[in-house]
């Protein structure tokens, strides 16, 4: 795989869990009959800020990886980042959810992790690897 293939692998990821998130808020709106917000429903608040925690995370790494691929990184290291970003939501997806009880803790830890690991490669490669 070229580096811009292991890239669209994380994305094309990314883009099928996010309409996933979507519909589980959409079946619980219909559902509960919650219009707007979370209607003070604890569930509804759960699957929202999954969403939207997903949402904030997924874009900043999916950028990551891109700059990684064209700074020419590493194959493994794109595939490092990538699976900590996919890994570490579904694991927060489903402390979110009550399926996995340190799943959100443990999803948070591995996304920040990828978040150190890609801030620090990138910097490795922009000062200590050379011109590409």
């Known amino acids: 795989m070229t580096t811009f ?3 669209a692998l994380y994305v ?9 998130l979507m519909l589980r808020i959409g079946l619980i709106r219909q559902k509960k009959r919650i219009n707007l917000g979370d209607g003070g ?9 999954t969403h939207g ?7 900043l ?4 990886l891109i700059t990684m ?3 020419n990184g590493s ?13 570490g939501r579904l694991l927060h997806f489903t402390g979110m959810n009550g399926m996995f009880g340190q799943g959100r803790f443990l999803g948070t830890i591995l ?3 990828a978040f150190i690991t890609q801030g620090v490669y990138l910097l490795y490669l922009i000062f200590m690897h050379g011109p590409v």
Request: net charge negative; aromatic share 6%.
């Open 5 to 7: 293939q292991i890239v």
């Open 12 to 20: 094309a990821l990314t883009l099928l869990f996010n309409p996933f």
């Open 41 to 49: 429903d604890a569930d509804m608040l759960a699957r929202i800020r």
């Open 53 to 59: 925690n997903f949402t904030e995370v997924a874009p």
């Open 61 to 64: 790494i999916l950028i990551g």
């Open 69 to 71: 691929a064209m700074m």
């Open 75 to 87: 194959p493994l290291m794109l595939h490092i980042v990538g699976m900590a970003l996919i890994v």
């Open 111 to 113: 996304t920040l992790l």
